[in-house]
């Protein structure tokens, strides 16, 4: 290079150096505590709602693993958290790091609450979320601050450690909602519950109270059609107050009672007498009419379109639900009673289906029951393949029968090794399938009349809470995070 052509290179330099900024030296772009905010929240949706698909393929490519594949069989599944960030969520993603301590923290605060906000509606399948929804909401919100505030700080002294990030989420998490459910008063004390019987009595009380308030009467030619139509239909009947004396009677109670002012609670009493003025002894004809007469009536009611009456309708319902409700109560406690006074018939689990069979045969006693309710009862009598299966062996438990007893001690003397093991087998037998049938009545009952939970408190909220956090921290930690790069 001659020097002319060092000259000119020298001065290119020169004005490239005092004209534009050397790449390496560029400023970083710009962001804020907003969009980093933001940024967080809609990436901890994306954690949260692609959790259980990262999961399953997490799962998959662990097997992959153990068969000695160097790479994953599944990268990016559909529904899976980079799926949602990298796609629908990216325009709402900012690709600028933070650039600030507050940034930062600020950044991990937003994931936390988005993925809260993924997570709490689970929440709502227990009851005391639902008794208390306002408490819950502001404890997973405090829950979430805290969390993402822990895990921030825990990032700030440990950078790029997974661990330490889960750790500093679960502590500050449970810290912040522990906090506010002590301050909201959900915390500290056993949730309040009220038996399903005793609600649903209360129910039917505090309907029919209203009904018997209702003073109002209702016009003459609604009710006057309401007759028109039972007598009209027993016509078609043919009935004949020589052949169906008591129903005869009902009828001609009706027709005469129905011309006085009548209330919503008159018309209620009026229909309850078509059944139990009739005599114990009447024919299977005479209950079939007066049935007839009841279903007409509470058609009536049901179809007014009147508050009192809806009223009416609840309680009756309720009362129909603690009825039968009760009925399967008590036949639990006498199976209860029946196998512990004789300690044999394989047990409390032939007593159980016994006395539950009694009332499905019983028709009387089976009208408390919707036909779901019956096809629920039938399958706890009919029990399912596993129930069988221990119920037979649980016929050779030593504590089944004096039979099974002194087969299982002249065993254990004849062969210990062998009888010992084949007791312990059949007992616990036994107790599994007692315990079974129990949780299928118990099923049953909560069904038709379930627990009313009052008040929110130590087993209602906090666990509910610390089970979405974990949940939470696990979302966060099945994915390539940009916080562990």
Same mark, same amino acid.
């Given at each position: 290079?001659?020097?002319? #052509?060092?000259a ?10 005092g !004209? ?27 954690q949260?709602?692609?959790?259980p698909?990262?999961?399953v393929?997490? &799962?998959?490519?662990g097997?992959?693993?153990?068969? !000695? ?5 599944i990268e ?5 958290s ?12 900012s690709?600028?790091?933070?650039? *600030? ?17 993924v &997570?709490?509606p ?36 440990a ?14 998490g449970i810290a ?10 959900v ?5 309040n519950i ?12 505090d ?5 018997? &308030?209702?003073?109002r ?34 009828l ?23 059944e ?6 009447a024919?299977?004809? #005479? ?16 179809n007014?379109?009147?508050?009192i009456?809806d ?6 319902n ?9 009925s399967?109560?008590?036949?639990s *406690?006498?199976? *209860? ?7 044999s ?14 009332i499905?045969?019983n028709?009387?006693?089976a009208r408390?029951? *919707?036909?779901s309710?019956?096809?629920l009862?039938d ?22 029968g004096?039979l ?7 065993g ?9 093991p084949?007791m312990g087998?059949?007992e616990?037998?036994?107790?599994? !399938? ?9 099923a ?9 939970v ?7 909220i906090?666990p ?16 390539d ?5």
């Amino acid at each position: 290079m001659n020097d002319i #052509d060092l000259a000119i290179a020298i001065a290119k330099a020169k004005k490239a150096k005092g !004209g534009q900024t050397d790449a390496m030296t560029a400023p970083p772009p710009q962001t804020n505590m907003v969009e980093q905010s933001m940024s967080g929240v809609n990436e901890g949706i994306g954690q949260m709602a692609g959790f259980p698909v990262d999961a399953v393929s997490g &799962a998959i490519n662990g097997v992959g693993q153990m068969l !000695g594949r160097d790479k994953p069989l599944i990268e990016n599944p559909v529904g899976g958290s980079k799926w949602f960030n990298d796609g629908m969520l990216n325009p709402t993603i900012s690709d600028v790091e933070p650039q *600030t301590r507050g940034q930062r923290i600020g950044r991990r605060v937003g994931e936390e609450l988005g993925a809260s906000a993924v &997570a709490a509606p689970l929440g709502l399948a227990s009851a005391a979320v639902r008794a208390a929804p306002k408490a819950f909401a502001a404890t997973e919100a405090a829950s979430a601050l805290g969390s993402g505030t822990g895990a921030a700080v825990a990032n700030e002294i440990a950078p790029g450690s997974a661990i330490a990030d889960i750790v500093g989420a679960l502590s500050g998490g449970i810290a912040g909602g522990g906090m506010a459910a002590r301050q909201l008063g959900v915390n500290g004390t056993k949730a309040n519950i009220r038996p399903g019987i005793e609600d649903q009595k209360l129910r039917a009380n505090d309907a029919y109270g209203t009904v018997r &308030a209702d003073q109002r009467t209702m016009s003459p030619q609604s009710i006057d059609g309401m007759t028109d139509d039972i007598a009209a239909s027993m016509q078609k009947e043919r009935i004949n107050p020589r052949l169906q004396p008591g129903s005869s009677a009902v009828l001609d109670a009706l027709m005469t009672d129905s011309k006085g002012p009548m209330r919503i609670e008159d018309v209620e009493n009026m229909r309850r007498l078509t059944e139990q003025g009739l005599p114990a002894t009447a024919s299977k004809s #005479d209950q079939r009419l007066s049935g007839m007469m009841k279903g007409q009536i509470t058609d009536y009611l049901d179809n007014l379109g009147d508050p009192i009456a809806d009223n009416l309708k609840d309680g009756r319902n309720a009362h129909r639900r603690a009825s039968a409700a009760s009925s399967i109560d008590e036949a639990s *406690t006498k199976a *209860t009673r029946r196998a512990a006074s004789t300690g044999s018939g394989g047990n409390e689990i032939n007593a159980m289906r016994q006395n539950l069979r009694s009332i499905l045969d019983n028709p009387r006693k089976a009208r408390s029951f *919707t036909k779901s309710e019956i096809e629920l009862m039938d399958q706890v009598v009919q029990g399912t393949a596993g129930q069988n299966a221990l119920r037979k062996l649980s016929r050779f438990a030593p504590t089944s029968g004096g039979l099974s007893a002194m087969m299982g001690i002249g065993g254990a003397m004849a062969s210990p090794a062998i009888a010992l093991p084949i007791m312990g087998a059949t007992e616990l037998a036994k107790m599994a !399938g007692e315990r079974s049938t129990r949780g299928a009545v118990d099923a049953l009952m909560k069904s038709i009349a379930p627990d009313k939970v009052l008040s929110a408190g130590d087993s209602g909220i906090m666990p509910i809470i610390q089970a979405l956090l974990a949940g939470r921290a696990t979302a966060g930690a099945t994915q390539d995070d940009r916080r562990t790069k």
